[in-house]
């Protein structure tokens, strides 16, 4: 069958698609990945064939310019999918659609609309039988639609997306039919009738879901979710000599992420102040520092070595401890290492994945806003010296390791396909 994976250009939601276009493509199927043609490079970099569509948007660059843009919500998550962590009750409707407002605006049409006509154009020409598709690249679910192929988001986190939508759709049935209002439906729609087809829910969460974390750390809607084992790939990765044999003293890495270093976002703690409280530890700290922020650094412990990039799928099994950000690349290769962590996030999903690993028994996760040197130092050494985070950390691996492999999800995948497909709709073009 031919797959067509896409996304919009961001470099860790991409790495996480790139096991399963592989495993589709050792078995057999034809596979092509769309997305932005500074994106290009990307793509290829994984061995995948690119298909350029519709001009560059760069969100990195809008939201450095204005950080209020994409509408920050109290627990870090953007403005309304922060409500998926809320209690129903809690829930407005208001918040919701004024939630929505802003973010079709600002972020969905931002991120979408450039690729939408080359994207529908090409899987039109290409006809795929499968599109996979980023969570918020709804441009994927329109070409499937359009071209009549099965179609799935592949979702590397907890579903935010998904719980929001769920408390969106039971507000709705409960307002006066002049006040049911619904930025995504009416965005989508417009487009589903341009192509000739009619907006349903699949356009805003897939037919189905493939998932990457394991049940413990998940937040799941009333949807079909598809699980996959989770492997690492970062891209281009060295594995540097030092790294051959196993430390002399325990071993800890401090790594904040592929996103922030590569957009120059910067971190979201005081890096020195970090360094400067485990500076006296009987510790190899590792860590992975972009170079202009290295720069930034007053000094550097004796105890610390500063690199700009390792892959972490080659360092976390020789460290006792992992301190990282949250993000879910990070997290997920930690975890499949039975590695325990010491997470912490400052926005994005990061919080809710750091509460889930910590409930988990498999670390401790300390908010940004919260993290002074002297709260890591007493954190880090209760994950080195007290057994029973190893422990969680374990059972956290086995549970991912009894996930189904790229390759096994790769047969039922054919299954789902031959299910969803549907004759192509005339018209719209």
């Known amino acids: 069958m031919r797959v067509l994976f896409t996304t919009y250009p961001e470099k860790t939601h991409f790495l996480s698609m790139v096991p399963l276009a592989w495993a589709l493509r050792t078995a057999g199927h034809e596979v092509r990945v769309a997305g932005q043609p500074a994106f290009t490079d990307v793509i290829t970099q994984a061995g995948l064939t690119a298909v350029p569509v519709g001009r560059d948007a760069d969100l990195w660059q809008l939201m450095n310019r204005d950080l209020t843009w994409i509408g920050t919500g109290v627990n870090g998550l953007p403005v309304p999918y922060d409500a998926a962590e809320w209690h129903p009750r809690d829930v407005t409707w208001s918040y919701l659609k004024d939630g929505y407002d802003i973010q079709v605006g600002r972020w969905h049409k931002m991120s979408n609309v450039p ?14 039988d499968l599109v996979i598709w980023e969570p918020t690249t709804y441009a994927g679910a329109l070409a499937a639609e359009a071209c009549g192929a099965a179609h799935a988001r592949l979702l590397f986190s907890v579903d935010t997306l998904g719980v929001t939508r769920e408390h969106h759709l039971r507000l709705k049935d409960l307002q006066p ?4 209002a619904d930025p995504m439906a009416d965005w989508l729609g417009g487009y589903a009738r341009k192509y000739g087809f009619e907006f349903t829910e699949d356009l805003v969460t897939g037919q189905f879901t493939i998932v990457l974390l394991p049940r413990s750390l998940r937040m799941d809607a009333d949807l079909d979710y598809l699980p996959m084992r989770y492997v690492p790939y970062s891209g281009a990765a060295v594995m540097p000599s030092w790294l051959w044999e196993r430390p002399e003293r325990p071993r800890v890495a401090l790594t904040m992420g592929l996103s922030t270093a590569e957009h120059g976002a910067g971190y979201g703690v005081d890096l020195q102040s970090v360094l400067d409280s485990l500076a006296d530890l009987d ?16 000094s550097v412990p004796e105890n610390a070595r500063l690199v700009p990039f390792v892959p972490l799928a080659d360092l976390a099994p020789t460290c006792g401890a992992v301190i990282h950000h949250a993000g879910f690349g990070t997290l997920a290769t930690t975890a499949l290492n039975a590695v325990p962590h010491l997470a912490i996030p400052w926005d994005g999903d990061g919080p809710a994945l750091a509460r889930r690993i910590a409930a988990q028994g498999a670390g401790l996760a300390v908010n940004s806003n919260q993290a002074t040197g002297l709260i890591l130092r007493e954190r880090l050494l209760r994950l080195l010296n007290e057994p029973r985070f190893r422990q969680g950390a374990n ?6 390791l009894a996930m189904p492999t790229p390759n096994e999800v790769t047969v039922q995948l054919e299954e789902r396909v031959a299910s969803h497909r549907r004759p ?6």
Do not use: Y
């Open 115 to 128: 690729m939408i006509t080359d994207l529908v154009e090409f899987a039109r020409s290409w006809r795929p």
């Open 177 to 180: 039919p002049g006040e049911r």
């Open 283 to 298: 510790i190899e700290l590792v860590a992975t520092v972009a170079e202009p922020e290295q720069r930034k650094l007053a």
């Open 395 to 400: 059972r956290l691996r086995e549970e991912m």
């Open 424 to 429: 192509v709709v005339p018209g719209g073009r």
